[in-house]
């Protein structure tokens, strides 16, 4: 579903976030990236999600190679994913429901089904009473919540979450993190870039791990390796 | 790799399980992809437009002290041309009405009989390019004389009448080069001893009038301009407003033209109703001196009164002003809208 062969990222500053990355996600997959900050981490979910391109090697995400992405078609290729943010870049000049059903009207999708899918999603993540509320007045976890309802709400093939538990106490985290669990459950591929080891650890999936922009760890840890 | 069965985590509500069949739980392999077909993607196309439309509607009554002035300053910069324009108009309907038309002099020899020069006008009342032949025979034009220049005295000094008859002769073409034609053909004519065209108050007429038209023209078209700034630069301040909104639906797979569409509305907005303002003003200005110039003119004799904005006014002036607040948008959305791209 995702692979990355031999990919650096070279910023104009000269500073190279990414080194010969070479990786594979398979369809369905759940995997978690993890690294300390500064690590590639964030640049790496970038050019997954075409946000920087990069300056060598090759990325295929669901068999489009994003190097031969022109401008107009990354709108498109985004609709196949969902992005769930660290700050969830939620819109506070409209309601929850409106937020969720962005990426809907953005795709074109009928006012029926819009509404239908939106609240499907609201209900997946727990917050159906709240549509109506100004996202502003929720607490952290629920405005992930809603962040996490808008990524899924156009059914993506792929997950990706940059900190989804960034500001959230152990146990809104672990709630999230059974959320993409559940959501993977159900055949997305699921990518989650965080630096909580112990929440990972416990998940026991595959873990990436990024070092000053090279991949040094692949594997499914055990609970004593994440201690470490 | 095998999957965990589905659990529901303790947040979620019973309605879930339907939503959780929907996506197929049963197949691990392949998530859904979204698809969307053709005739409902038109729908929401054109459902977008009207909502954005309705939108920008919206957002333009939200700040109405805010837009009204940018709508006002629209509005003066379009009254003014549509004003001199409309000033002109009525300018020449005025001089049209008056008696002072282009009028040809025609001068017959001393020795033409009163039945010969009738019958001359006759001749020329049939011609296409005559619209009004007058015969004034030399003893109504001495009388005329006598009575409009005081001179009674000095021509009841004379034996004879010394003036020619005369036929005043009001041409269908009031343009500069067939009056100068139609002259030259009477002056050909054995009877006639003299032709007198009054060419200069005609030509003078003709070139004041194009005076007008191209000087309201030329500050049309840059007033046109100073609306098309205005409103780039009031779509750049919506635009960085509205920065956190155009990421986010760049991010979701928003396309350039779906976050364009607001801005572009917004602009058709604020010139449709800075047009309206326009007409408005024009109309209210032409109301308030219709009385002074009616008043003037029935000092002349004259029953003319000012022709007010009608709706082709109104219909240039909102249509027109929208085109130009759409392409003000456009410059700004193409310019900025680019710009920004999450990073």
Redesign the interface.
């Given at each position: 579903m995702i692979t990355f062969d031999n990919v650096s990222k070279r910023y104009e500053s000269g500073q190279d976030a990414l080194m010969r990355v070479s990786l594979e996600i398979?369809?369905?997959?759940m995997v978690f990236l993890t690294g300390h900050s500064g690590a590639g981490k964030s640049t790496l979910l970038k050019l997954l999600?075409a946000?920087e391109r990069p300056t060598r090697g090759s990325i295929l995400v669901a068999g489009q190679n994003l190097n031969r992405l022109r401008r107009?078609q990354i709108?498109?290729?985004?609709?196949?994913?969902g992005?769930v943010f660290q700050n969830h870049?939620l819109?506070f000049?409209r309601s929850v429901f409106d937020n969720v059903a962005?990426?809907l009207?953005?795709?074109?999708?009928?006012?029926r089904?819009l509404g239908r899918r939106v609240r499907?999603a609201l209900?997946?993540?727990?917050l159906?009473h709240k549509e109506k509320q100004n996202p502003i007045v929720l607490s952290g976890g629920e405005q992930q919540r809603v962040g996490i309802a808008?990524a899924v709400v156009?059914?993506?093939?792929?997950l990706v979450a940059d900190e989804p538990t960034g500001n959230l106490d152990p146990q809104l985290s672990a709630?999230i993190m059974?959320?993409f669990?559940?959501f993977?459950?159900?055949?997305?591929?699921v990518l989650v870039a965080s630096h909580d080891l112990e929440l990972i650890a416990r998940m026991k999936r595959r873990v990436l791990t990024l070092q000053a922009g090279q991949l040094i760890y692949d594997g499914v840890p055990s609970r004593e390796a994440a201690a470490l | 790799m095998k999957q965990p069965p589905y659990k529901k985590s303790p947040q979620i509500s019973r309605k879930s399980q339907r939503v959780a069949t929907e996506v197929k739980p049963q197949r691990p392999t392949g998530a859904v992809t979204a698809r969307t077909g053709m005739g409902d993607r038109w729908h929401s196309w054109l459902g977008h437009h009207r909502e954005m439309a309705v939108e920008s509607l919206r957002r333009f009554f939200a700040t109405p002290i805010a837009s009204g002035m940018t709508a006002l300053v629209i509005a003066i910069a379009l009254a003014l041309p549509a004003a001199l324009q409309l000033g002109l108009a009525n300018f020449q309907r005025a001089v049209a009405g008056w008696d002072g038309q282009p009028q040809i002099s025609v001068f017959l020899h001393m020795d033409i009989t009163e039945d010969r020069a009738e019958a001359f006008a006759d001749t020329l009342r049939a011609e296409l390019d005559v619209a009004e032949v007058t015969y004034i025979s030399p003893e109504e034009a001495l009388l005329e004389f006598q009575q409009a220049a005081g001179l009674g005295d000095a021509l009841a000094g004379l034996d004879s009448n010394p003036l020619p008859a005369v036929l005043l002769l009001r041409p269908r073409d009031t343009e500069a080069e067939s009056l100068e034609a139609l002259a030259e053909r009477l002056r050909e004519s054995a009877l006639v001893d003299a032709v007198v065209l009054d060419m200069a108050w005609v030509q003078r007429l003709a070139r004041l009038t194009e005076l007008g038209r191209r000087l309201s023209a030329g500050l049309a078209a840059l007033l046109a301009l100073g609306v098309v700034l205005v409103v780039v630069n009031t779509i750049r301040l919506h635009i960085e407003n509205r920065r956190e909104e155009i990421l986010v639906a760049k991010l979701v797979g928003g396309t350039d033209a779906f976050v364009r569409r607001p801005f572009l509305y917004s602009g058709l907005c604020y010139g449709f109703f800075g047009g309206l303002l326009a007409w408005l003003l024009v109309a209210v200005a032409v109301a308030l001196l219709s009385g002074p110039v009616a008043g003037l003119s029935s000092t002349y004799g004259s029953g003319y009164t000012l022709q007010g904005p009608g709706y082709r006014y109104l219909l240039g002036l909102t249509v027109g002003a929208a085109l130009l607040g759409l392409t003000g948008a456009w410059l700004a959305v193409a310019r900025h809208i680019q710009a920004i791209e999450p990073r």
């Open positions: 398979e369809r369905g997959d999600t946000i107009g709108p498109y290729f985004r609709r196949n994913l992005i870049q819109l000049d962005l990426p009207q953005v795709a074109g999708c009928s006012r089904e499907a209900d997946k993540v727990g159906l808008r156009n059914k993506p093939a792929i709630e059974q959320l669990a559940d993977n459950a159900v055949g997305v591929t | -």
